[in-house]
């Protein structure tokens, strides 16, 4: 895609009045501990309820929330968000069938369905406090845990109403599954109100769209689609909350294209992969194309280019999946365990039965905490030669050796800090039940730092070299302009690193023209190798990559749709470093899961501007 002409844009003001503050007297121990790490009450409310957590064992996803919107000035001022249910195929057959019918109606005859996804509403939107929903969230879930109305099979029967004005096609319930919706609804709406929480019914005979606002000439092809539904296959079902910001209805989303860094105060940046809600009014009275609207990825409001966006009519792309329970009965998903004889959430598990993918993302790397200009920073010439400037503790104390130090800067190593948390997963790893058959790297160097610090710690019978794997380098889509140079495995051996140097990487090439499909594609691939050469020695291969390596290797295992790019983005910015995701085949169908490793948190150490202390200056 071209670059976007920058718009000419005059000096203007920016206030902003949002909202007002909400106190509510809930509290719990997650709310505490937010609490006594110093956050507010009303932020600690909020981060509860948009990330959905209910345990204490869930405060880092409070955490990073809580940092990555620390500028957002909504926080101290709007104190709820807008609800919906649905009820969502969420593995299965039919789950399959379906995903496959989107795929392939998208391609042939795009429409209004597209903007969302397969699911059956059971509620309009409601507003819920934010000190509430962590009660309505457990309120669902014993709902469906106890309710005679829960079923996990429903049936649907498939119609195509057609008039001059509308065109629809859909899955409508039986009358009688649609009453048993309906009474559990009615459930759910009676057991709210008795914590506080007003949900509006839903009047409406339940049913899946599957295609509307669509041409006449779309119309046979799509009823020809629709039609080959297997109605009657098997289904997982799941309730699941969404949750979205309440500015969302008064605003036009517009995701963003092209890279924006603000110039002045009253702008915000543009990161590609983001969605700015955009205020209606500047939209129509701009006259020089800059708009007014503020960031999701972290809530900063001000001023845009907007010929750097386009405008998005999928909705439920900025909405939150706060909670999935299964329709089941039972606890929700991530409360069952992959292994046998738990005897507590702390005690020892047993090792899993079948081949098992662990898959980590690589430790803290030292670009994104000294800046892209580090390499210019750390090394000052002395003579001919470059010599190492640690201008800061958390720099490495050495790094290794390469062709150019330049070359640091397209593939730069771990921090101090990445090494130390590299070595505690290794720890935990060594003390897990897990049994590590083998252990990949991508050729990244902060990839192969961390792998080689998690090796360290194993035990030497069962210490296993490292194999460099080009398949599990990150997306080249975000490498068009310049590929880095990766140190060769040989140079990485005789610098002593754990390296297997008679393994030979199933990609030799790099496409710079991948698509993200494509990158979907080759992890997805290399994942299926691994299985046929593992699979009968079982056990837990350990794969280290990037931010988008569990998702893009473990979603077409699990046999999901993948990722638009907007929403792949929003994924990879939520990882956290040196995150361990296991991915594991319960039942016949591969899922992630959290590891049995302990968690590893830990705060931002931010920099202290020593001018607060002008007075105390001589």
Known sequence: MAMAAMPKRPPRSSTRTLGHSYEHEEE????????????????????????????????????????????????????????????????????EILAKFWTDSKVA?????????????????????????????????????????????YELEYQSLTDDAYRYVGLFLSDSDDDTLHDLADVIYANADKIGVLIEPYTRHMHMSLAYRFSDEHQTLIESLASKIDTNAKCNWELRVYSRDIRTPSHELREVTHEYKSLQSDEINLDVGDTILTELDSIHDSIDGWYTGFSLLNGKIGQFPGNYTFKSFSEHKTWTLVKAVPMIGKPPLEKISLYENVPDEQGSLDTPKELSFLVIRHAERVDAVMGKDWVNNCFEASGKEKILKRFNLNMPDQYVKRRSIYDFKSDPPITEIGRLQSTLIGKGLAASPLKISAVYSSPSLRCVETADYIVKCMAPEVKPDIKIENCLFEWNGW??????????????????????????????????????????????KFCQSLIEKYNRIGGCVVLVGHAGTAEACIRKLAKKPTLSQRDFVAFINKVPFCEPILASKVSGEWAAYHPPIPKLWHMDNKKFDIKLMTDLQS
């Open 109 to 153: 005859a795009p429409n209004g369905a597209h903007d969302s996804f397969p699911h059956i509403r059971l509620t309009t939107f409601f507003r819920v406090p934010d000190g509430l929903m962590p009660k309505l969230l457990q309120v669902i879930e014993s709902t469906i845990a106890s309710c005679e109305y829960v079923k996990s099979n």
């Open 479 to 524: 490498h068009r302009a310049s590929p880095p140079t990766f140190i060769p495995p040989s140079d990485l051996k005789e610098q002593g690193f754990n390296i297997d140097v008679t393994y030979t990487s199933e990609m030799l090439a790099f496409d710079l023209m991948e698509s993200l499909n494509d990158y979907y594609e080759r992890s997805y």
């Open 28 to 95: 719990s121990n997650l709310l505490n501990r937010l609490m006594s790490m110093g956050f507010p009450q009303n932020r600690s409310e909020k981060a509860i309820a948009t990330t959905g957590s209910l345990k204490e064992d869930d405060i880092g996803d409070c955490v990073n929330w809580l940092l990555a919107h620390v500028d957002d000035p909504s926080l101290d001022e709007l104190d709820s968000r807008d609800y919906i249910l649905y009820l969502c195929p969420a593995s299965g057959q039919l789950a």
